[in-house]
């Protein structure tokens, strides 16, 4: 069954500082991988995707993953991150066989200080 | 498109009394889905549905929990009766062809039992 490790639930940063959100994922098949972005009091919107393909993904508002298949990791990163980058990220894994359902992580909260 | 629409964004009820949540997808997608987030348990699937027909429905937590879709353009969750233990954000998000393109999600119906 597929699931998702995010190691870090909490990530206290610096405006304009580089940020890191580490994800983990156990499938025995292959997968596809989401980044999800919630901000307080709104539902999730999708950040980014891996389907097949370039395995460095990026947003349109400068975030990017890269999809390591030897580490099953997705991890999510930004050169310099603003307030407004502020927002819990959710990683999530569908696998190919199952291709409807997305199983989410358990969230890692982005605070920016200035 | 207005995006995916759930009603009422807040919902205060007494215990055992019935709860129905309503959802209506974006305009010719085919599948729905039904999360409910919490601090304990995070982002859980409960039941998703795929051209109005239940596919999964593993993740609704007993039987005083049900699903519909009578057709295309809206959905159901009801609870009855309620508990103080189903408090949480309830999520309805909608996809074209399942988890490729990502999902819209709502912007939650929030439920407190007392």
Known sequence: ?114 | DAGVIQSPRHEVTEMGQEVTLRCKPISGHDYLFWYRQTMMRGLELLIYFNNNVPIDDSGMPEDRFSAKMPNASFSTLKIQPSEPRDSAVYFCASSLSGARGGYTFGSGTRLTVV
Not at chain 1, 78 to 83: D, E, F, Q
Not at chain 1, 90 to 109: L, P, Q
């Open chain 1, 1 to 114: 069954a597929q699931s998702v490790t995010q190691l870090d639930s909490q990530v206290p940063v610096f405006e304009e500082a580089p940020v890191e959100l580490r994800c983990n994922y156990s499938s025995s098949v292959s997968v596809y991988l989401f980044w999800y972005v919630q901000y307080p009091n709104q539902g999730l919107q999708l950040l980014l995707k891996y389907l097949s393909g370039s395995t460095l993904v990026e947003s349109i508002n400068g975030f990017e993953a890269e999809f390591n298949k030897s580490q099953t990791s997705f991890h999510l990163r930004k050169p310099s991150v603003h307030i407004s980058d502020t927002a819990e990220y959710f990683c999530a894994v569908s696998e190919h066989s199952s291709a409807s359902k997305i199983i989410f992580g358990s969230g890692t909260r982005l605070s920016i200080r200035p």
